[in-house]
C-alpha cells in the first residue's frame, strides 16, 4: 500500500535534458507542514517551480506514521543495511531519499525548532549510516532548508545549525538556507522573495 497517496508531484525537464539517456536532477521536498494550503506550502510550490530541469517531488510527512528514533542500535550493527527496524511509513521515503540527488527539508519553525514530523524524519536518517562506515547512503547528498515562520529569521538559527552539523557529520553538502519571516501568502509571492527562491534554486543545482 502506497501511504504517501497526496505528494505533489511536478516535472521540470525542459532546458536540461541533452539525451534520451541523459540524467536528470532528482530533487525531493520533505515538507514537515500540517498545513498543506499553508504557508511553507506555497513556498515550497515557488521553490519547485525555480527548479526547472529537475524531476521534483514533495512529500508531505505530517499524517504519515513516523516514530522518532528509539536508538535501538539495530542500524548500527549492519543488520538493517540502510533501513530501520521500527516498520512505519519511514520505511518508502529511505529509498526516496537514498534516490534523490538534493533534498530540500522544509517546515515553518514552531518554537525555534522543526515540526515534530520533521524531527522524527531527521533522527530516522540515522539508519543510512553505520559507525563502521560499512556504508553511508547520506554522503554526497546536497541538502537545503526552506523555512516559514512568524517572527525573524534568526528563530531558524539552531536549526539551521544542527543541519550544517549533520552534514558535516554524515558527508552531504550543505546547500543552503531560504527563510521567508513574517510569512504571509503575499509576503512568499513578493518580488524580493520570488528573487531568493530563484536564486536557492539556482545555488542547489549549481554544477550538477
Same mark, same amino acid.
Given at each position: 500500500?502506497?501511504? !504517501?497517496?497526496?505528494?505533489?508531484?511536478? *516535472?521540470?525537464? #525542459?532546458?536540461?535534458?541533452?539525451?534520451?539517456? =541523459? $540524467?536528470?536532477?532528482?530533487?525531493?521536498?520533505?515538507?514537515?507542514?500540517?498545513?498543506?494550503?499553508?504557508?511553507?506550502? *506555497? +513556498?515550497?510550490?515557488?521553490? /519547485?517551480?525555480? @527548479?526547472?530541469?529537475?524531476?521534483?517531488?514533495?512529500?508531505?510527512?505530517?499524517?504519515?506514521? @513516523? %516514530?522518532?528514533?528509539?536508538?535501538?542500535?539495530?542500524?548500527?550493527?549492519?543488520?538493517?543495511?540502510?533501513?530501520?527496524?521500527?516498520? &512505519?511509513?519511514?520505511?518508502?521515503?529511505?529509498?526516496?531519499?537514498?534516490?534523490?540527488?538534493?533534498?530540500? !527539508?522544509?517546515?515553518?519553525?514552531?518554537? #525555534?525548532?522543526?515540526?515534530?514530523?520533521?524531527?522524527?524524519? +531527521?533522527?530516522?536518517?540515522?539508519?543510512?549510516?553505520? *559507525?563502521?562506515?560499512?556504508?553511508?547512503?547520506?554522503?554526497?547528498?546536497?541538502?537545503?532548508? /526552506?523555512?516559514?515562520?512568524?517572527?525573524? *529569521?534568526?528563530?531558524?538559527?539552531?536549526?539551521?545549525? %544542527?543541519?550544517?552539523?549533520?552534514?558535516?557529520?554524515?558527508?552531504?553538502?550543505?546547500?543552503?538556507?531560504?527563510?521567508?519571516?513574517?510569512? %504571509?501568502? &503575499?509576503?512568499?509571492?513578493? $518580488? !524580493?522573495?520570488?528573487?531568493?527562491?530563484?536564486?536557492?534554486?539556482? =545555488?542547489?543545482?549549481? %554544477?550538477?
Amino acid at each position: 500500500m502506497d501511504p !504517501l497517496p497526496a505528494n505533489r508531484r511536478s *516535472e521540470y525537464i #525542459w532546458g536540461r535534458q541533452s539525451g534520451p539517456s =541523459a $540524467h536528470i536532477m532528482k530533487v525531493t521536498i520533505f515538507n514537515g507542514t500540517p498545513r498543506r494550503n499553508g504557508n511553507t506550502a *506555497e +513556498l515550497t510550490k515557488c521553490i /519547485a517551480e525555480c @527548479l526547472r530541469g529537475c524531476d521534483v517531488e514533495e512529500v508531505f510527512l505530517d499524517g504519515l506514521s @513516523l %516514530s522518532g528514533c528509539k536508538n535501538c542500535g539495530a542500524c548500527q550493527k549492519g543488520a538493517m543495511e540502510g533501513r530501520c527496524s521500527v516498520e &512505519d511509513d519511514m520505511i518508502p521515503l529511505y529509498e526516496k531519499f537514498v534516490e534523490s540527488d538534493a533534498i530540500i !527539508l522544509a517546515s515553518p519553525v514552531y518554537m #525555534w525548532s522543526f515540526t515534530a514530523p520533521a524531527v522524527a524524519f +531527521l533522527t530516522r536518517l540515522h539508519a543510512l549510516y553505520t *559507525e563502521d562506515h560499512s556504508h553511508n547512503f547520506i554522503e554526497g547528498k546536497r541538502i537545503a532548508l /526552506a523555512f516559514t515562520m512568524g517572527d525573524d *529569521e534568526f528563530v531558524a538559527a539552531q536549526m539551521v545549525n %544542527s543541519v550544517m552539523f549533520f552534514c558535516e557529520y554524515f558527508k552531504a553538502e550543505y546547500a543552503g538556507t531560504m527563510c521567508v519571516p513574517f510569512a %504571509s501568502k &503575499d509576503q512568499i509571492h513578493r $518580488h !524580493l522573495y520570488q528573487e531568493k527562491a530563484k536564486d536557492f534554486a539556482a =545555488a542547489l543545482i549549481a %554544477s550538477f
